[in-house]
């Protein structure tokens, strides 16, 4: 059974630029979270999509967006980029939030992003 | 609003010590789930145990220990006999038991396990 993916493994980006960070949930998952963790904190929530539909985001600006697709794979988009996003961002699956199983969340080794 | 605090920044301990992180919870739910995660410095984070807020019976999985009280609102975790590769950031967090169950992290705790 493959774990959660991610890629690119490290980036860096200059201020004001755009970034895509893509995630591959667990087999089976059709749930995916995204968290921004900076340095020395605990991983903050962005948002969830489940079945390519956003369910729930933390307090992060519009200029965070994301997309899941069929295959329940999803995308972290960040625009305008600041110097503050410079972060770890951790993406986690889970199994079927619609059946009742959906408790636990699975994370990938994480995009370590630098805005320089 | 969910809060969880891990009082505890850093910890240092010689291997072989016995070791507890503390983890303290604040949730207006009655339905909730608790969580440790394992941090190494590789960065990913490694699910440890989940408990959900009915259950207060404490856990014990090989070294690993989990004690879950309501009353105090606590979830502690204690790791028996430590070993160098138990060093890690050690996170608790708390989801809600409807919904998006986005899960909500204390600050950690840095474990450091000297040989």
């Known amino acids: 059974e493959t774990g959660v993916t991610q890629s690119p493994t490290h980036l860096i980006k200059t201020r004001g630029q755009q970034v895509t960070l893509r995630c591959s949930s667990q087999?089976?998952?059709?749930?995916v979270s995204w968290y921004q963790q900076a340095l020395g904190q605990g991983p903050q929530f962005i948002f969830q999509?489940?079945?390519?539909?956003?369910?729930g985001r933390g307090n992060f600006p519009p200029r965070f967006s994301g997309l899941q697709f069929p295959n329940y794979s999803s995308e972290l988009n960040v625009n305008a980029l600041e110097l503050d996003d410079s972060a770890l961002y951790l993406c986690?699956?889970?199994?079927?939030?619609?059946?009742?199983?959906?408790?636990?969340?699975?994370f990938g080794p994480g995009t370590r992003l630098t805005v320089l | 609003a969910q809060k969880v605090t891990q009082a505890q920044t850093e910890i240092s301990v010689v291997e072989k010590e016995d070791v507890t992180l503390d983890c303290v919870y604040e949730?207006?739910?009655?339905?909730?789930?608790l969580f440790w995660y394992k941090q190494p410095p590789s960065g990913e984070l490694v699910f440890l145990i989940r408990?959900?807020?009915?259950?207060?019976q404490n856990e014990i999985s090989g070294r690993y220990s989990w004690n879950f009280q309501k009353s105090t609102s606590s979830f502690n975790f204690t790791i028996t006999a430590s070993q160098v590769v138990d060093s890690a950031v050690y996170f608790c967090?708390?989801?809600?038991?409807?919904?998006?169950?986005?899960?909500?992290f204390g600050s950690g705790t840095r474990l450091q396990v000297q040989p």
């Open positions: 967090a708390l989801s809600e038991a409807t919904g998006r169950r986005a899960l909500t």
């Open positions: 999509y489940y079945r390519e539909e956003e369910n």
């Open positions: 087999s089976g998952h059709n749930t």
């Open positions: 949730t207006r739910d009655t339905t909730y789930y």
């Open positions: 986690a699956s889970s199994p079927g939030l619609g059946s009742g199983r959906g408790y636990t969340q699975y």
């Open positions: 408990r959900n807020s009915f259950d207060e």
